[in-house]
């Protein structure tokens, strides 16, 4: 594949749990570079969906490093919440504070959601909008989505971000109590990847 030829790539995002989730998909043989080593600083996300930040992103480093880039985007969507907060997942964190404070809202807002209904609706998604740019005039772009729930609380000090409260479909543990090679390996991002390759 494409993929196959590259020497080395830029892993276009400053998130380190990102960088180091992306790092473990790649193959061994590519040498991984991040922005931190380049002084790159991160574009401003203008896009309304995971898919035109992902692109924006990409494009940004790609043209910074000229270096093929591989760039991600992506959040938490709970259904309750009209899909929120999505492309602002990063936002809210820093809006509320820190993860911990976006969580204890999250956990609050899905509760207050569902006052007096028989029915919980929990749902939740990650999704996951990958970009993968190889040069000025080749670009490939996948979507991975994971299906899950909101727990009721948060649970587990493993992986990044919404991860102690996100829990996948089928399973009874959150993403925080989870091995992270155990949820690197089923994950959004994951799932996008695998598209991509
Ligand atoms: P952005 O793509 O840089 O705008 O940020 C995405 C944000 O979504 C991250 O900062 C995390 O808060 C959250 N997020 C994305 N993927 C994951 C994941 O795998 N686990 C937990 N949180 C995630």
Not at 48 to 75: H, M, P, R, V, W
Not at 140 to 145: A, K, Q
Request: aromatic share 10%; charged share 25%.
């Amino acid at each position: 594949s494409e993929m196959k030829k590259l020497t080395k790539i830029l892993i276009g995002t400053h998130n380190k749990g990102k960088i180091k989730e992306i790092s473990y998909l790649l193959n061994k043989k590519i040498k991984k570079i991040s922005p931190f080593q380049l002084n790159i600083d991160s574009p401003v996300e203008t896009g309304k969906t995971f898919k035109s930040n992902s692109e924006l992103k990409a494009k940004y480093f790609f043209k910074k490093s000229k270096i093929a880039t591989i760039s991600d985007d992506s959040g938490l969507c709970i259904e309750c919440l009209g899909n929120k907060p999505g492309v602002y997942s990063a936002r809210w964190a820093k809006k509320y504070g820190n993860f911990k404070q976006a969580m204890l809202k999250i956990i609050h807002l899905v509760k207050n959601k569902n006052k007096n209904k028989k029915k919980q609706n929990t749902k939740a998604k990650f999704v996951c909008s990958l970009t993968l740019h190889i040069n000025a005039k080749k670009k490939y772009n996948t979507t991975g989505i994971i299906y899950g729930n909101i727990s009721d609380k948060i649970l587990g000090k493993n992986g990044f971000g919404y991860d102690p409260i996100f829990i996948p479909a089928g399973l009874n543990l959150t993403f925080g109590q989870m091995e992270n090679s155990e949820k690197v390996l089923m994950d959004h991002r994951y799932l996008a990847f695998k598209k991509l390759k």
